[in-house]
């Protein structure tokens, strides 16, 4: 689907939509469409019970008195309310609603109405951000689709007076949407065809971009001494990786730091997982491939930051060479870690990478993202992240990212009282608390002793983030690159240089 800018006019063919706010104000297309059709908007109007508000549309097939194929109303509720989430909203929408009727062009005439607040370029830009990221289809597997199965849109034209300014606005959102729909891709891969070696491979691709990869196998990690991460890849056939990416776009400030967690398939190990369910762990790199994601979108708009991303590639498998239970390994970080279960081993991945991280790059931040618990889905379900952070300026801005993408998060408690849950009777720390109370917590905790001291850290447990069981207006369900625009949204709005 092909994104265009363009002066408003009314077109010769496909689908123009026109806009209505609450109380079924027509805007000023909406009102001059009613004059060429003699009325049709208004009697369509008299029909239905389209009310203008911001989730309803008003569709009229072959309008007498102008060419276009269809007509659709879309009501925006409240103009004073109307904001760039809501503009990406209703593009997911449209798509969603014209990708299964054969349309193959539409044109939103865009327009301020009333009160909005919203100007009329950043409306347009929202509108197409939306629009792609609704888009998204993970179909290359499937090779018996009929045309008629197929999406049916190839052009989303956006008509509005400043279409330069629209298209400029535009410009950086675009390559976010590429950044999302990639990690959305590595997400969905089956762990066939993404292990640790091919997603090492997929996040060399960044270089392209000007980000400096850099892949560790198992030899340069055995040197390092991160016995927690090589622990747990140990059963598999397949070799972990560490990767680390950098993208140099600011000055001389020290960088932030992502660190993901890319278990390529979590099958609990010797503790090993019901069958019922178990193909879901092929998204056990969902943090990996956020931190990969985030890494493109900055790299492909030149963000003025330093950054770096730091990526803990491992396959959880059962082996006679797998980890058993009650084995004790040796952190990079000197530590002792007594491994309790298996199927614990996210955050013994993140305990080595999170310190190499800190070791070899000294970050000023240092965020971490994870499909960690089963036990942040109970407590959050998929509307909100979890999130932890020893610093509540670093929680402060992460929360309100949150908020401002529509990728929420809600912040977490960290205590010594968790924290004391995982003190080992045989070494340092153990790899689970022996308790189901507070699962969430105490894998943070967890992670916590692997912060070096003056650290502004955040863990992020997206367990049930990553994966969507339906669709959302910007998210088709599957793998919904949960933590790029979230993390983008950061940067740019506390950490990029002006
Ligand atoms: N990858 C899982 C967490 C998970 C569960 C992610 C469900 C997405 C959906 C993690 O490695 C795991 O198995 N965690 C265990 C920890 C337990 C053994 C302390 C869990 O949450 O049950
Ligand atoms: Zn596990
Ligand atoms: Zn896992």
């Known amino acids: 689907m092909k994104v265009a800018f363009a002066k408003p ?29 003699k009325g049709a908007i ?6 239905s019970r389209f009310k203008g508000g911001a989730e309803e549309f008003m569709t009229i097939l072959a309008p007498a008195g102008v060419d276009v194929a269809r007509i659709i109303v879309a009501g925006i509720g409240t103009p004073a309310k109307y904001d760039a989430l809501a503009a ?22 865009v327009e301020s109405i009333g009160d909005m607040k919203l100007d009329e370029a950043a409306f347009a830009a929202n509108l197409a951000y939306g629009a792609r990221l609704r888009f998204y289809r993970f179909d290359k597997y499937k090779t018996k689709e009929k045309p008629e199965q197929k999406p049916s849109l190839k052009h989303f034209n956006v008509l509005v007076a400043d279409a330069a300014d629209a298209k400029r606005a535009f410009s950086p959102m675009d390559k976010v949407v590429d950044a999302v729909n990639f990690s959305r891709d590595l997400v969905s891969e089956p762990a066939n065809i993404i292990y640790p070696e091919t997603l090492a491979a997929e996040a060399k691709k960044l270089s392209e971009f000007g980000v400096e990869v850099k892949v560790l196998g198992v030899k340069e990690m055995t040197k390092l001494g991160m016995g927690a991460l090589l622990g747990v890849g140990q059963g598999s056939d397949r070799e972990s990786q560490l990767v680390t990416m950098q993208w140099n776009g600011g000055g001389k400030e020290k960088p932030i730091a992502f660190v993901g967690k890319g278990v390529t398939f979590d099958t609990g190990g010797i503790s090993i997982k019901p069958a019922a369910g178990m193909e879901d762990m092929k998204w056990d790199m969902a943090g990996s491939a956020a931190v990969i994601g985030t890494m493109r979108a900055l790299a492909a708009r030149k963000a003025k930051v330093n950054a770096v991303g730091v990526v803990g590639l491992v396959e959880n498998m059962p082996s006679g060479t797998a980890q058993r239970p009650g084995d004790i390994v040796t952190s990079m970080s000197g530590q002792t870690i007594e491994v309790l279960n298996t199927d614990a081993e996210g955050r013994l991945v993140l305990a080595d990478a999170m310190w190499y991280c800190q070791e ?43 908020k401002s993408t529509g990728e929420l998060l809600w ?41 070096q001291k003056g650290t502004l850290w955040s863990h992020l447990d997206i367990a049930g983030m990553a994966w969507a069981d339906k669709d959302s207006p910007t998210t088709p369900r599957g793998a919904t690159g949960y933590g790029v625009r979230l993390l983008d949204h950061l940067v740019a709005s506390h950490y990029e240089e002006a």
């Open 9 to 37: 006019e009314i077109p010769a063919s496909g689908t123009l939509v026109a806009l209505a706010a609450d109380g079924r104000k027509l805007g000023k297309l909406a009102g001059q469409l009613d004059k060429a059709t």
């Open 42 to 47: 208004t009697r369509a109007l008299e029909a």
């Open 88 to 109: 990406q909203s209703l593009g997911g929408r449209l798509v969603a609603a014209l990708n299964g009727t054969g349309e193959k062009d539409v044109s939103v005439w």
């Open 360 to 402: 070899t790059f000294k970050p000023r931040v240092m965020i971490d993202l994870a499909t960690l618990t089963g036990a942040i889905l109970i407590a959050l379900g998929n509307i909100y992240g979890g999130m932890y952070a020893n610093d509540d300026d670093l929680a402060k801005q992460l929360e309100s990212s949150g």
């Open 411 to 451: 912040r977490m408690p960290l205590a010594a009282a968790y924290n004391k849950m995982m003190d080992s009777p045989a070494a340092d720390v153990k790899n689970i608390s022996g308790s189901r109370n507070a699962g969430s917590i105490t894998a943070a905790e967890f992670l916590q002793r692997f912060v």
